[in-house]
């Protein structure tokens, strides 16, 4: 079973800075690829910050410059630290991996269970 686990969110002041986790386990094939989305109340989850299938990153344009995401394989954990945060930046972010978990079984979306951040003085 694969699971995906967030972690790091929280309550900051306008201005302030999180990294949010995302730890993987499980058996895994192959990781297409991977990423980070949100959704705030009443509106429809978008797309924050990915991993591509040909290694590049993209970032959604409300968050390029302030929002970072990286990874460490050896500790199959994707990072997403963010900075200069905004009450728009509050939502439930969420880990996504475009994966097969063996060489048989069919490519995929997970979804982790998400971490509310909440941007607010």
């Known amino acids: 079973q694969v699971q995906l686990v967030e972690s790091g969110g929280g309550l900051v002041q306008p201005g302030g800075s999180l990294r949010l986790s995302c730890a993987t386990s499980?058996?895994?094939?192959?990781?297409?690829?991977m990423g980070w989305y949100r959704q705030a109340p009443g509106k429809q989850r978008e797309l924050v910050a990915r991993f591509t299938s040909g290694g590049m990153t993209n970032y959604a344009d409300s968050v390029k410059g302030r929002f970072t995401i990286s990874r460490d394989n050896a500790k199959n954990t994707m990072y997403l630290q963010m900075n200069s945060l905004k009450p728009e930046d509050t939502a439930v972010y969420y880990c996504?991996?475009?994966?097969?978990?063996?060489?048989?079984?069919?490519?995929?979306?997970?979804w982790g269970r998400g971490t509310q951040v909440t941007v607010s003085s």
């Open positions: 996504n991996a475009d994966l097969r978990r063996t060489v048989g079984s069919p490519r995929r979306d997970y």
């Open positions: 499980g058996s895994i094939f192959n990781i297409y690829a």
